[in-house]
């Protein structure tokens, strides 16, 4: 299925849930959060939130700013 | 000096710590410890998967300071309670310094997005410290929208010209039933100071500290700038802020009450 991450597609295994995408991309342990449609996706539900086809999905980390 | 009180937690240090700009992470983390500060501001960004994406919170995130992060890059209330959301996941926090400009040139404050999102998250239990212009009226309602505390600007972010609201600082400190923190433009140690002797509570420094030739020295010159300030309001200076007030040029008879 095909998705978007940070307005890049990308394509995922059907199943693919948030917690196995965190998983296989080099994410800092602390500091993120993930949306998928605008809703962020507490990361309690990462392991059983399955994500769609079509589905828009932001990665968000921490950054440097004031 | 008296203990600065934000929603019921105690600050010893008056001065907040802004992690922009930074050349190193090194660099942040000796210019937090040198600065004394217990409130530091991140923001959020975009992640690129193909980056190699360090921990920085490893560099901020110690006992005894509180993270404030940010809601910069949003334009609207909407997007700042995305923002918002998406921070306190991250960070692990309710506290939240709102800012919302959606114009890239001045990044100047929207203050009719900034008072929504405080009302929205408010409701939503956060702790909301609002960046806005340094606009008594304004600064009133966000209180009363049950902002923690009012950020005025002294002058537009990242520009180092010092307090160029003053006058309008001192009506929001006049007026102020919550904590006055003054953010942006504060360029050097004496500005922190001044805005101190008259009555802020706290301020916030970034690019000041951040871009100086030596950070870590400047950070411990705003600290010790920032409790002198302090420590000379406290004291009650001999010369008092000048006070003024409005005289009308227009009738101010009641044609709305009788």
Redesign the interface.
């Known amino acids: 299925m095909n998705v978007k991450i940070n307005n890049e597609t990308a394509n995922l295994n059907e199943g693919t849930t948030v917690a196995t995408l965190a998983g296989s991309r080099n994410l800092p342990e602390r500091g993120i959060a993930i949306a998928i449609n605008n809703e962020m996706v507490p990361r309690g539900e990462w392991a059983v939130r399955k994500i769609c086809d079509g589905d828009d999905i932001v990665i968000l980390k921490a950054f440097c700013g004031g | 000096m008296e203990k600065l009180i934000i929603s019921g937690k105690e600050f010893n240090s008056r001065l907040f710590l802004?992690?922009?700009?930074?050349s190193s992470n090194a660099i942040?983390a000796e210019a937090i410890k040198a600065s004394e500060t217990q409130m530091v501001?991140?923001?959020?960004?975009?992640?690129?998967?193909n980056d190699?994406?360090?921990?920085?919170?490893?560099h901020i995130?110690v006992p005894g300071i509180q993270l404030l992060?940010?809601t910069?890059g949003t334009r609207n209330a909407e997007e700042a309670v995305?923002a918002a959301?998406?921070?306190r996941?991250?960070?692990g926090t309710n506290w939240l310094k709102l800012e919302i400009h959606p114009d890239p040139r001045y990044l100047l404050p929207d203050p009719v997005e900034t008072l929504k999102a405080t009302e929205m998250l408010v409701k939503e239990g956060f702790v909301v410290l609002p960046y806005c212009q340094a606009d008594p009226v304004l600064c009133k309602r966000l209180a009363e929208a049950g902002a923690a505390t009012v950020m005025p600007l002294a002058a537009p972010?990242?520009t180092n010209k010092g307090l160029r609201t003053r006058d309008f600082l001192n009506i929001i400190i006049e007026e102020a039933t919550v904590p006055v923190i003054v953010d942006a433009g504060i360029g050097v140690p004496s500005d922190a100071a001044a805005a101190m002797e008259i009555g802020a509570d706290a301020v916030?420094v970034?690019?000041a500290i951040s871009v100086a030739g030596d950070p870590v020295a400047m950070a411990s010159a705003f600290k010790k700038a920032v409790e002198a300030g302090r420590e000379a309001y406290e004291a009650g200076p001999a010369i008092q802020p000048a006070t003024f007030q409005a005289e009308a040029s227009s009738p101010l008879t009641a044609f709305l009450n009788n």
């Open positions: 802004g992690t922009g700009k930074f942040m501001t991140m923001a959020m960004k975009r992640i690129d998967l190699d994406n360090d921990d920085m919170l490893a995130a992060p940010n910069s995305f959301k998406m921070s996941e991250a960070f972010i990242g916030l970034n690019t």
